[in-house]
């Protein structure tokens, strides 16, 4: 049945290499094992039946395995190809039998083919699947994708159940790692490793609750020939100046409150939504210079929040967008709190996040609180009530109760009325722009114009609105915490508002019909892209069978005026008094609700014109110097902007190739290094556990419908009636979607307020917002998913 090899291991079958490393094992163990060949089964089945019961007299259960010749060979894994029975009686002879039978009968039936039999390891606690490199690149990092909930031992390589997945760096150091079983199981894979004299490997383990590692399978990687040339030493030479950088950021800065600073990926303004989590230059740069670099904290200014000194709210780590949450916390305290109450205020908030990462995009309403709602002090008193002084809490909702007041303002002074008006002056200048064909939009000079007036009138008062829609939907939660309104009703309300979204759906709809033309359509909605702020995603305007196959939308939208029963006004009344809004009728309160929602919509709406102009007008100029759409989205629109006039015309497209080149080898390591969502320090860099947030869910009903993976080169007439769309980063440019009937929608990316959560409420469809990276990848390579709102569940139908 084998035979050891001390000189240098020899991996043989699946049960030929266990054998042979079984004895050379000391942090871990081996399963014993019994196998045998196709060609004795069948010619001696009495006899094998009979050893396997002498073998495992001791055991209740067994796991009849395959260990197949053609398995976990270099060339080819044939991971998952073949049958394993699990829990098979080892008193029945019939049950043994028919587990061996089916085994083999999912071979091509090789006489030397082999079955490999084994006791059930019932005390498990972990089990999972070890990469000793990323499988898709080669990066030097262990991929640990484990279950420690289904205590089964095929739950990871089934691909069933809950599983997590943890990345950690070659050069950890063990003092980074906290949990006892990962170390445990690094601990095994490293015995393997050495023992092997083999570094790349895919290695099976599982772990008893008293921690002892047992290994249930070791093969070579065999994709290893399709790894990125020099990935290792790239990725290890420049991991420790990425980790220098981190360390430095977080620390104390002026005029800053807060001890240490967290960045995150999704906080505040999500870049990963907005751009994605590994933009290209031109979109990162663009979206800081129209938001994150001043606007941000000028509007929050302007509602009378903090006022800050110039700093940033995003920050990029190898090409990468990070939020530098304490400035966002800053931020958002309200104006005239004492220093020391702020500086334990953004502590609280930080330490909340730092222990419970898992609310990183959705900090404003489970970490913070930027306005008095209507349950604000069983709030606070939750979360921090053993922090604060009675004292302290009252300075902070007097002058938090101050802020709220001023915003709940309908007068044509207040900042959202005025915010409102910005946008509406924006889409007049729009208008006039269009009509005027004398225009020279290739111009920098252009472009710089198109720039400056997406800051000042659409930007800055989109963040205003924005911030009081906020404010809208901790009133809203808050009312139905306190059982003003139920958590149905509130939906019917937000699905009765009609936005830009909804006005979109029906013209689509319309078209489709022929009640609309399509140039109307264009002409209003042509400026829209999958990706807001990348060059390379093509606009409606510009997107053939845009109209094709439209099935309209997937639920009506409801255009009935709400109104609030007799029991639900006069509570809500109330909660006014109680928490001294009497300034403002239930009402007014309506009307402001409808107001921003409606605004923040049509707000985004309108900015977003704005950079389309300034993307085409980029492609209009790359084109003249001979520069493509991909060559542009490598360059920053600062040295677009400030590149030197005396460059001659002919010389241009030298000049910005030696930009592109070197930034196209920077976005490739930026890929190749790994990122956690959330850098707390510098081990974050080393053990990066992939996002497992808590989605979002929209709605309460459960489907069952195939998924399909939907980003910006997908078709508009790509068939997606009846399935859940599933997509990482949604923006305005994926609206088309609500015109398919489709049945739900799945995001990688997003929080509570997300752009595609407001639009699946606003529709009535069911979705999960947010899933996270692990979650999100697992259920777009399964073949149908169970989205189950009401019990807050994503479940995989493996086909």
Same mark, same amino acid.
Request: glycine residues 6%; proline residues 3%; charged residues 25%.
């Given at each position: 049945?084998?035979?050891?090899?001390?000189?240098?291991?020899?991996?043989?079958?699946?049960?030929?290499?266990?054998?042979?490393?079984?004895?050379?094992?000391?942090?871990?163990?081996?399963?014993?094992?019994?196998?045998? =060949?196709?060609?004795?089964?069948?010619?001696?089945?009495?006899?094998? $039946?009979?050893?396997?019961?002498?073998?495992? /007299?001791?055991?209740?259960?067994?796991?009849?395995?395959?260990?197949?010749?053609?398995?976990?060979?270099?060339?080819?894994?044939?991971?998952?190809?073949?049958?394993?029975?699990?829990?098979?009686?080892?008193?029945?002879?019939?049950?043994?039998?028919?587990?061996?039978?089916?085994?083999?009968?999912?071979?091509?039936?090789?006489?030397?083919?082999?079955?490999?039999?084994?006791?059930?390891?019932?005390?498990?606690?972990?089990?999972?699947?070890?990469?000793?490199?990323?499988?898709?690149?080669?990066?030097?990092?262990?991929?640990?994708?484990?279950?420690?909930?289904?205590?089964?031992?095929?739950?990871?390589?089934?691909?069933?159940?809950?599983?997590?997945?943890?990345?950690?760096?070659?050069?950890?150091?063990?003092?980074?790692?906290?949990?006892?079983?990962?170390?445990?199981?690094?601990?095994?894979?490293?015995?393997?490793?050495?023992?092997?004299?083999?570094?790349?490997?895919?290695?099976?383990?599982?772990?008893?609750?008293?921690?002892?590692?047992?290994?249930?399978?070791?093969?070579?990687?065999?994709?290893?020939?399709?790894?990125?040339?020099?990935?290792?030493?790239?990725?290890?030479?420049?991991?420790?100046?990425?980790?220098?950088?981190?360390?430095?950021?977080?620390?104390?800065?002026?005029?800053?409150?807060?001890?240490?600073?967290?960045?995150?990926?999704?906080?505040?303004?999500?870049?990963?939504?907005?751009?994605?989590?590994?933009?290209?230059?031109?979109?990162?740069?663009?979206?800081?210079?129209?938001?994150?670099?001043?606007?941000?904290?000028?509007?929050?200014?302007?509602?009378?929040?903090?006022?800050?000194?110039?700093?940033? $709210?995003?920050?990029?780590?190898?090409?990468?967008?990070?939020?530098?949450?304490?400035?966002?916390?800053?931020?958002?305290?309200?104006?005239?709190?004492?220093?020391?109450?702020?500086?334990?205020?953004?502590?609280?908030?930080?330490?909340?996040?730092?222990?419970?990462?898992?609310?990183?995009?959705?900090?404003?309403?489970?970490?913070?609180? =930027?306005?008095?709602?209507?349950?604000?002090?069983?709030?606070?008193?939750?979360?921090?009530?053993?922090?604060?002084?009675?004292?302290?809490?009252?300075?902070?909702?007097?002058?938090?109760?101050?802020?709220?007041?001023?915003?709940?303002?309908?007068?044509?002074?207040?900042?959202?009325?005025?915010?409102?008006?910005?946008?509406?002056?924006?889409a007049k200048r729009q208008n006039r722009r269009d009509q005027n064909k004398e225009v020279q939009r290739e111009t920098l000079?252009?472009?710089?114009?198109?720039?400056?007036?997406?800051?000042?009138?659409?930007?800055?008062?989109?963040?205003?609105?924005?911030?009081?829609?906020?404010?809208?939907?901790?009133?809203?939660?808050?009312?139905?915490?306190?059982?003003?309104?139920?958590?149905?009703?509130?939906? $019917?309300?937000?699905?009765? /508002?009609?936005?830009?979204?909804?006005?979109?759906?029906?013209?689509?709809?319309?078209?489709?019909?022929?009640?609309?033309?399509?140039?109307?359509?264009?002409?209003?909605?042509?400026?829209?892209?999958?990706?807001?702020?990348?060059?390379?995603?093509?606009?409606?305007?510009?997107?053939?069978?845009?109209?094709?196959?439209?099935?309209?939308?997937?639920?009506?939208?409801?255009?009935?005026?709400?109104?609030?029963?007799?029991?639900?006004?006069?509570?809500?009344?109330?909660?006014?008094?109680?928490?001294?809004?009497?300034?403002?009728?239930?009402?007014?309160?309506?009307?402001?609700?409808?107001?921003?929602?409606?605004?923040?919509?049509?707000?985004?709406?309108?900015?977003?014109? %704005?950079?389309?102009?300034?993307?085409?007008?980029?492609?209009?100029?790359?084109?003249?110097?001979?520069?493509?759409?991909?060559?542009?989205?490598?360059? =920053?629109?600062?040295?677009?902007?400030?590149?030197?006039?005396?460059?001659?015309?002919?010389?241009?497209?030298?000049?910005?190739?030696?930009?592109?080149?070197?930034?196209?080898?920077?976005?490739?390591?930026?890929?190749?290094?790994?990122?956690?969502?959330?850098?707390?320090?510098?081990?974050?860099?080393?053990?990066?556990?992939?996002?497992?947030?808590?989605?979002?869910?929209?709605?309460?009903?459960?489907?069952?419908?195939?998924?399909?993976?939907?980003?910006?080169?997908?078709?508009?007439?790509?068939?997606?009636?009846?399935?859940?769309?599933?997509?990482?980063?949604?923006?305005?440019?994926?609206?088309?979607?609500?015109?398919?009937?489709?049945?739900?929608?799945?995001?990688?990316?997003?929080?509570?307020?997300?752009?595609?959560?407001?639009?699946?409420?606003?529709?009535?469809?069911?979705?999960?917002?947010?899933?996270?990276?692990?979650?999100?990848?697992?259920?777009?390579?399964?073949?149908?998913?169970?989205?189950?709102?009401?019990?807050?569940?994503? %479940?995989?139908?493996?086909?």
């Amino acid at each position: 049945m084998g035979s050891i090899t001390k000189s240098k291991f020899k991996f043989g079958t699946k049960a030929e290499t266990l054998e042979r490393i079984a004895p050379l094992l000391k942090t871990g163990q081996v399963a014993p094992l019994y196998y045998f =060949t196709v060609a004795q089964w069948r010619s001696q089945s009495e006899a094998v $039946l009979n050893q396997i019961q002498k073998e495992f /007299i001791s055991f209740k259960e067994l796991i009849v395995r395959s260990s197949a010749q053609c398995e976990d060979t270099h060339e080819q894994s044939m991971a998952g190809a073949f049958h394993s029975c699990l829990h098979i009686d080892v008193q029945s002879k019939t049950d043994i039998t028919k587990a061996i039978d089916k085994v083999i009968s999912s071979y091509q039936e090789h006489g030397d083919d082999q079955v490999l039999v084994q006791p059930m390891i019932s005390d498990v606690a972990v089990s999972g699947v070890v990469m000793t490199y990323n499988l898709e690149d080669g990066a030097p990092y262990y991929v640990i994708n484990y279950d420690d909930f289904s205590g089964r031992t095929d739950s990871v390589t089934g691909g069933t159940g809950v599983h997590k997945t943890v990345l950690i760096n070659h050069q950890y150091q063990k003092e980074y790692i906290q949990s006892k079983r990962i170390k445990s199981v690094l601990d095994l894979v490293e015995e393997v490793k050495l023992l092997s004299e083999q570094s790349a490997l895919d290695i099976e383990f599982g772990l008893t609750h008293n921690e002892i590692p047992y290994l249930f399978q070791v093969r070579p990687i065999c994709l290893t020939t399709a790894w990125e040339k020099g990935i290792k030493k790239r990725v290890l030479e420049n991991l420790p100046d990425v980790t220098r950088t981190i360390e430095s950021y977080v620390q104390r800065r002026d005029n800053i409150f807060g001890e240490k600073s967290i960045l995150t990926t999704m906080s505040d303004w999500n870049p990963a939504e907005m751009i994605g989590v590994t933009p290209k230059p031109l979109a990162f740069s663009l979206y800081r210079k129209l938001i994150t670099q001043t606007v941000w904290r000028l509007a929050r200014q302007e509602m009378k929040y903090s006022t800050l000194p110039d700093v940033e $709210l995003m920050t990029g780590i190898m090409g990468r967008p990070y939020i530098d949450v304490r400035n966002s916390f800053n931020s958002l305290l309200p104006e005239g709190l004492t220093g020391g109450l702020a500086e334990k205020m953004v502590n609280a908030w930080l330490d909340r996040l730092r222990e419970h990462p898992e609310l990183h995009d959705k900090v404003e309403f489970d970490v913070m609180q =930027t306005c008095v709602d209507f349950s604000f002090e069983e709030t606070f008193h939750e979360r921090y009530g053993d922090i604060f002084t009675k004292q302290e809490y009252q300075e902070f909702k007097t002058a938090l109760s101050k802020l709220t007041k001023q915003c709940l303002n309908l007068a044509e002074t207040s900042s959202l009325r005025m915010a409102l008006t910005s946008i509406d002056d924006l889409a007049k200048r729009q208008n006039r722009r269009d009509q005027n064909k004398e225009v020279q939009r290739e111009t920098l000079g252009h472009i710089q114009h198109l720039i400056d007036e997406c800051k000042e009138l659409g930007t800055f008062p989109f963040s205003i609105i924005a911030r009081h829609a906020f404010i809208v939907e901790s009133l809203l939660r808050s009312m139905v915490k306190r059982g003003a309104i139920t958590a149905e009703r509130m939906k $019917l309300f937000k699905r009765s /508002i009609v936005t830009v979204a909804s006005e979109m759906a029906m013209d689509i709809e319309a078209v489709s019909k022929e009640i609309k033309s399509q140039e109307s359509f264009l002409k209003r909605y042509g400026h829209l892209r999958p990706g807001t702020y990348d060059i390379t995603s093509l606009c409606y305007s510009d997107r053939d069978q845009l109209f094709n196959h439209s099935n309209g939308l997937h639920a009506h939208v409801i255009t009935d005026e709400f109104l609030l029963t007799s029991q639900e006004r006069v509570s809500i009344e109330n909660l006014l008094k109680e928490s001294d809004f009497g300034h403002f009728s239930v009402d007014d309160l309506l009307e402001y609700m409808r107001l921003s929602i409606v605004g923040r919509e049509y707000g985004k709406f309108v900015f977003t014109k %704005n950079i389309s102009d300034i993307l085409e007008s980029l492609a209009v100029w790359g084109g003249q110097i001979g520069l493509s759409r991909e060559d542009i989205s490598h360059l =920053t629109i600062e040295s677009i902007l400030n590149s030197p006039v005396s460059i001659k015309h002919e010389d241009q497209k030298s000049y910005f190739k030696k930009e592109i080149k070197q930034a196209k080898s920077k976005f490739k390591l930026s890929k190749e290094i790994k990122f956690c969502y959330i850098l707390r320090d510098i081990k974050d860099m080393y053990v990066l556990p992939l996002h497992r947030s808590a989605p979002n869910f929209i709605g309460t009903l459960s489907i069952v419908a195939p998924v399909i993976f939907v980003d910006s080169a997908t078709k508009a007439n790509a068939d997606m009636t009846g399935k859940i769309v599933c997509i990482e980063n949604a923006d305005p440019g994926f609206d088309w979607i609500f015109t398919k009937d489709i049945a739900g929608v799945i995001t990688k990316y997003g929080g509570a307020n997300s752009h595609m959560a407001i639009r699946c409420a606003e529709f009535g469809l069911l979705a999960a917002i947010g899933c996270g990276e692990g979650t999100f990848e697992r259920l777009v390579k399964s073949g149908t998913v169970e989205l189950n709102c009401g019990a807050k569940a994503l %479940n995989p139908l493996y086909e």
